[in-house]
Nanobody
Framework: QVQLVESGGGLVQAGGSLRLSCAAS????????MGWFRQAPGKEREFVAA????????LYRDSMKGRFTISRDNAKNTVYLQMNSLKPEDTAVYYC???????????????WGQGTQVTVSS
């Protein structure tokens, strides 16, 4: 089992920045590839970004490229999502997830955090 706890969400104006953190405990963190997903009200959960267990590769949803950066610190058992140039349409609950496979599909991630709310005002 892997336990995941997100933090860092909040209210920010359009054009602003936030950094989300996801702290992991349980099984060895660096055995897992990590992902960030988000879900806006009335919409399906969607992929945001993923990072390999080693940090050697990253993957982003097209609309996030150049604005969001995923990173990880295996010594701290933490994965981050730096979000810049935020837009009102980025408003959602953001979830981190852990998987044994590097993927942009939510179905491949067996472990999930509880989510953190990000609200971007116009």
């Amino acid at each position: 089992q892997v336990q995941l706890v997100e933090s860092g969400g909040g209210l920010v104006q359009a054009g602003g920045s936030l950094r989300l953190s996801c702290a992991a405990s349980g099984r060895t963190f660096d055995n897992y590839d990590m992902g960030w997903f988000r879900q806006a009200p009335g919409k399906e959960r969607e992929f945001v970004a993923a990072i390999r267990w080693s940090g050697s590769a990253t993957l982003y949803r097209d609309s996030m490229k150049g604005r969001f950066t995923i990173s990880r610190d295996n010594a701290k058992n933490t994965v981050y999502l730096q979000m810049n140039s935020l837009k009102p349409e980025d408003t959602a609950v953001y979830y981190c997830a852990a998987a044994p496979i590097y993927s942009d599909s939510a179905t491949m991630y067996p472990y999930w955090g509880q989510g953190t709310q990000v609200t971007v005002s116009s």
